[in-house]
């Protein structure tokens, strides 16, 4: 693989895939050494079947809009050629995964899983052992992180891929990042389970106890301040 990543998610016209559901958007931004680049790859999809109601509440796509767009099929060559070869990073990976999985196998046996194309990351697993025991949906993680997510009135592939891409690059850089220990940017110097504790038995440390020069220097300090 190479060191190119790609951000990406997807809007459906429901939740599972074994119930007919089938993808309406997909929305891929490119990161190659951690700069989010201006190559995109962005489609709406015909599905070829209605959209949920519940799922259009979330995304805002309806019959109407979709009826005119390409179907899976005519993109896929397209698509599988943008993420060949790339790590792709996702929230909650198994929705969205099982998802592609699923219109792959429409194609036929012959256009295999997403996995023979790349590998992925999820990062709803990352952020989850970053932040144990709190929120990590992607808004909550663009609170914690400082990524503006007001434009997110409704949920939209490729606006969601470009807040994620941030969130990425936050998560596993920023703060996480620094290391007294030598080991920087891997992206686990803040993993609580590598944090080296001192031993509660240690040696105090000597405190060097200052001279009657250095006192009469304080003394004068003081005066000084308390006048001004």
Same mark, same amino acid.
């Given at each position: ?8 998610? !997807? /809007? ?38 209605? #959209?949920?109601?519940?799922?259009? &509440? #979330?995304?805002?796509? &309806? ?9 899976? /099929? ?10 060949? @070869? ?25 256009? @295999? ?26 808004? =909550? ?5 400082? #990524? ?21 690059? =936050?998560? !596993? @850089? ?15 110097? @803040? ?17 060097? /106890?200052?001279? /009657? ?16």
């Amino acid at each position: 693989m190479s060191g190119r990543q790609v951000v990406l998610d !997807t /809007e459906t016209t429901g939740m599972e895939p074994a119930q007919g559901h089938r993808i309406i958007e997909i929305g891929c931004v490119e990161v190659v050494a951690r700069r989010v680049t201006e190559d995109t790859f962005h489609r709406y999809l015909n599905p070829e079947r209605p #959209v949920d109601e519940g799922a259009q &509440s #979330v995304h805002g796509l &309806s019959d109407a809009f979709l009826a005119d767009k390409p179907r899976f /099929e005519e993109v896929a060559k397209i698509f599988v050629d943008y993420i060949r @070869g790339a790590e792709l990073i996702i929230h909650n990976a198994p929705f969205d995964v099982g998802f592609i999985d699923h219109e792959l196998r429409q194609l036929g046996p012959a256009w @295999g899983r997403l996995e023979d194309y790349c590998t992925v990351t999820d990062t709803l697993v990352l952020a989850r052992r970053l932040h144990p025991g709190q929120r990590c949906s992607l808004d =909550a993680l663009c609170k914690r992180y400082g #990524v503006d997510g007001s434009r997110r009135e409704l949920h939209g592939a490729l606006l969601d891929a470009e807040l994620l891409a941030d969130v990425y690059l =936050a998560m !596993t @850089g920023g703060q996480a990042a620094l290391s007294l220990g030598g080991d920087a940017g891997d992206g686990t110097a @803040g993993d609580p389970k590598r944090i080296r504790r001192l031993p509660a038995d240690r040696p105090r440390l000597r405190v060097p /106890e200052p001279d /009657e020069e250095e006192r009469a220097a304080h003394q004068r300090f003081m005066a000084k301040l308390s006048r001004a």
